[in-house]
């Protein structure tokens, strides 16, 4: 399979206790996006690498989020303290600088269940 | 204001009709635009670029209206396949944005 993958696929956790999630994007996409998506909304925009420089963090990435991309090819996504409001299905996607590279290929999320 | 608003729907329709989902977008110098579908506990998955001389696909056309900040979204000939949510899309300098999404039913 050489679509973008997420793991884990689901995650329990206790309130206060931290959790990464790891993304492996399509292998030639330089770009990689995290969002978060809640009941009946669209995902929002959470953070953008371009190669392994962090280029964009939205006002919802708090100071409990962080995420790297050491290498420029997976990356990760950690939430410290979770809070209950954090449960979320938080997706990965990338795509490529190149011609027509705009278009944004999702894995298929990794929900988070805050207890 | 949002960036991307959607009517939320939920849109019933019976199996062969046409249904229309239109998008209004905030930022006027937006770059690229897209429809995406997304089934219940699913990821995106990208149905269509939008482009201004408009463009189809099968018995999906999209149009795009800058001047009015517009998308929209035809579907003819619904199949009960079609039952999804369409999320609305607006690439603004490499950030994307997206509509809360538009639910389609499509009922024998």
């Known amino acids: 399979d050489t679509g973008v993958s997420q793991d884990p696929r689901h995650k329990i956790t206790k309130r206060g206790q931290n959790v990464t999630f790891r993304c492996d994007p399509i292998s030639e996409h330089n770009r990689l996006y995290w969002y978060r998506q809640t009941l009946g909304q669209g995902p929002e925009f959470l953070t953008y690498f371009q190669n392994e420089a962090q280029l964009e963090k939205s006002r919802l990435l708090s100071d409990r989020f962080s995420a790297e991309r050491p290498k420029g090819s997976f990356s990760t996504l950690e939430i410290q303290r979770t809070e209950q409001g954090d449960s979320a299905m938080y997706l990965c996607?990338?795509?490529?600088?190149?011609?027509?590279?705009?278009?944004?290929?999702f894995g298929p999320g990794t929900r988070l269940t805050v207890l | 204001r949002k960036e991307v608003e959607q009517d939320p729907g939920p849109f019933n329709v019976p199996e062969g009709a046409t249904v229309a989902f239109n998008c209004t977008y905030s930022n006027s110098a937006s770059q690229s635009f897209f429809w995406y579908r997304q089934d219940c506990r699913k990821e995106p998955k990208l149905l269509m670029s939008v482009y201004s001389s408009g463009n189809e696909d099968g018995r999906f056309t999209a149009q795009l209206n800058r001047a009015s900040q517009y998308i929209s979204l035809l579907i003819r000939d619904s199949k009960l396949s079609d039952s999804a949510t369409y999320l609305c899309v607006v690439n603004s300098f490499n950030k994307f944005y997206f509509g809360s999404g538009t639910k389609l039913n499509v009922k024998p």
């Open positions: 996607a990338s795509s490529s600088s190149g011609r027509g590279g705009d278009t944004q290929y």
